[in-house]
C-alpha cells in the first residue's frame, strides 16, 4: 500500500457533476487498493462502468460488459501488474499541467479535461459518465483502451456511441 491516498483530482469539484465526483473518488479508492501510486485510465474506466447505467448501455450488451468488468478486476490478481509502480502516459494527448496533479497519470488528466471541455461544448456545465467515456477512448494507447480491446470492444464504435447519446441526452439550449 502507499504511503497516502492519491490525492483527489481538481476537476473532482469544478467541472464535474457529482456522479462524476463519485467516479473520481470510486478510481481513486481502487488505486489505493490495488497499491498503486498513480490512479490512471484503467482505473477510472472501472469506477464508470460500476457506477454510471447510461454508460453500461453503451456497450454491446452484457457478455461484453462482463469480459470488460473481468478483466478490471483481474487487474490486482495478475492481469494489469505490469503496470503497477509505473505512470500511465501514452504521449497521445498533451499532459495537462496540473500543480496538485500528482497521484494521477498525465493520460487520465487529459481525459478528465477533454471531459469537461466535451461537456462545455455541448452546452453543460459539468462532464458526466458519457463525456469520460468518450474521452477516456479517445487516446488509443491508453490502459482502459488496452482493457476494452482485450475484452474484444471495437473502441472507435464504443466512443461514438457515447458521444452520440451524450449529445441526444443534452438539454436543448
Do not use: C, K, N
Not at 488505486?31 to 457506477?51: K, N, Q
Amino acid at each position: 500500500m502507499p504511503e497516502q491516498a492519491p490525492p483527489t483530482h481538481p476537476w473532482a469539484g469544478d467541472g464535474l457533476s457529482d456522479a462524476m465526483a463519485a467516479v473520481v473518488t470510486g478510481a481513486r479508492r481502487r488505486a489505493v487498493r490495488d497499491g498503486d501510486r498513480h490512479i490512471d485510465t484503467a482505473h477510472l474506466l472501472h469506477s464508470l462502468v460500476e457506477s454510471d447505467p447510461a454508460v453500461r448501455e453503451v456497450f454491446d450488451g452484457g457478455p461484453q460488459l462482463a469480459r470488460v468488468l473481468g478483466y478490471l478486476v483481474q487487474r490486482s490478481i495478475g492481469y494489469g501488474l505490469r503496470w503497477q509502480g509505473t505512470r500511465e502516459d501514452s504521449g497521445g494527448f498533451p499532459a495537462v499541467r496540473v500543480p496538485s496533479g500528482d497521484g494521477w497519470s498525465a493520460t487520465a488528466a487529459a481525459a478528465l479535461d477533454r471531459a469537461g471541455r466535451g461537456a462545455l461544448l455541448r452546452g453543460e456545465l459539468h462532464a458526466d459518465g458519457l463525456d469520460l467515456l468518450a474521452a477516456l477512448v479517445a487516446d488509443p494507447r491508453s490502459r482502459a483502451v488496452e482493457v476494452l480491446e482485450r475484452a474484444g470492444v471495437a473502441v472507435e464504435s464504443l466512443g461514438a456511441r457515447a458521444s452520440d447519446r451524450a449529445a441526444r441526452e443534452s438539454p436543448q439550449r
